[in-house]
């Protein structure tokens, strides 16, 4: 009985998850969005590096 997600399955989600927040992707026009980009960028490398699981609202 497999409960969660494999690990492939979190590989995946976490490469999803840079590339969608990474902050060379967020326009450079648009202060707002270049933060948050900047800041969930942080927090997705942070949990990664403590084997945590990546929850994205």
């Not at 494999?6 to 990474?22: C, N, P, Q, V, W």
């Not at 202060?31 to 990546?54: D, G, L, N, S």
Request: zero cysteines; proline letters at 7%; a positive charge.
């Amino acid at each position: 009985m497999n409960v969660g997600p494999g690990e492939a399955e979190i590989k995946k989600g976490y490469r999803d998850a840079i590339l969608k927040f990474h902050p060379d992707r967020a326009p450079k026009d648009d202060m707002y969005k270049q933060v948050e980009a900047e800041e969930t960028f942080k927090v997705i490398q942070r949990v990664k590096e403590r084997k945590e699981p990546i929850i994205i609202i």
